[in-house]
């Protein structure tokens, strides 16, 4: 990764924030907005970020959630050498608390998603993005979101799995996609080719409710972070960027196109 942009990647993951207490990454994520060519965004009345890029009947959408378990102290971000899931040593960030200089989680669940989407915001030519508040406790920014943002979106990709190879086959049973569906044959190939070989049943994240919600066929991929939900929590530089890369080639791949998947019956249980 280039140094300005590691140097941004540090500057994001140093900004703290919790369950609704995102105010401040909010108020930075903004501000970047700002100076980004062809960008239209908004917030809700509960801070989640709305963002679109480009012209287009039908949208690729990427999604991270904007708070953390962490709590709201000063941290310093570091560079240090620690393991990927390989077990091998890489280029990581973790973070010390300010006045202590004790251990304190660097919150890349999911700031470092944050990252991922505003990287693939640059790239592509169209794009939705939406990053939601209170992910943790129950994915509520994301059960309050604005029905019509979503209305021509055909498909999202978010960024909030462990580590370096894991994605998410079913989040709290409730399947993001169906594995003979087009949608994810078309990019099989290219997730195996990027290491992301555990397709896991997970807990909850907001592209469950969005399934629920919009029933468009969804992914969750891993964004690099490690040790989540403590205060050893550390990103693999490298692992951020692989993310944004396999993101970058899914969405090519699947491009600007409605694709369909219904509710299986069992489904529904999951409806909160």
């Avoid at 703290?16 to 990454?25: I, M, V």
């Avoid at 903004?30 to 039908?58: A, P, R």
């Avoid at 969750?220 to 890369?245: L, P, Q, R, S």
């Amino acid at each position: 990764m280039e140094q300005h942009r590691l140097d941004k990647l540090k500057e994001l993951l140093s900004i703290p924030t919790s369950t609704w207490k995102e105010d401040k990454l909010i108020e930075y994520v903004c501000e970047e907005l700002m100076s980004y060519d062809g960008v239209k965004f908004f917030t809700d009345e509960y801070g989640s970020i709305y963002i679109e890029k480009g012209l287009s009947e039908i949208y690729p959408c990427v999604v991270a959630h904007l708070d953390t378990v962490h709590g709201l102290n000063e941290i310093i971000v570091k560079e240090e050498t620690l393991k990927n899931a390989q077990g091998e040593g890489k280029l990581s960030l973790r973070a010390y608390d300010k006045e202590s200089g004790d251990h304190s989680g660097i919150g890349g669940d999911d700031k470092a998603g944050v990252f991922i989407c505003l990287e693939l915001l640059k790239k592509m030519d169209t794009l939705k993005v939406f990053l939601p508040v209170a992910e943790e406790t129950g994915c509520h920014g994301t059960r309050k979101a604005q029905e019509d943002f979503f209305e021509n979106v055909g498909y999202a990709i978010q960024f909030d799995s462990t580590e370096n190879n894991t994605m998410s086959k079913s989040l709290l049973g409730v399947k993001l996609y169906e594995e003979e569906s087009d949608f994810f044959q078309k990019t099989k190939g290219l997730i195996l080719e990027h290491g992301f070989s555990e397709w896991k049943h997970h807990p909850y994240t907001d592209t469950m409710v969005l399934k629920q919600r919009f029933d468009f066929p969804c992914l969750n991929f891993a964004a690099g972070y490690y040790e989540y939900h403590t205060k050893y929590e550390y990103v693999v530089v490298e692992d951020v960027e692989n993310a944004i890369n396999l993101g970058e080639k899914v969405i090519n791949k699947l491009g600007n196109q409605k694709y369909l998947y219904k509710f299986e019956k069992d489904d529904k249980r999951f409806l909160w």
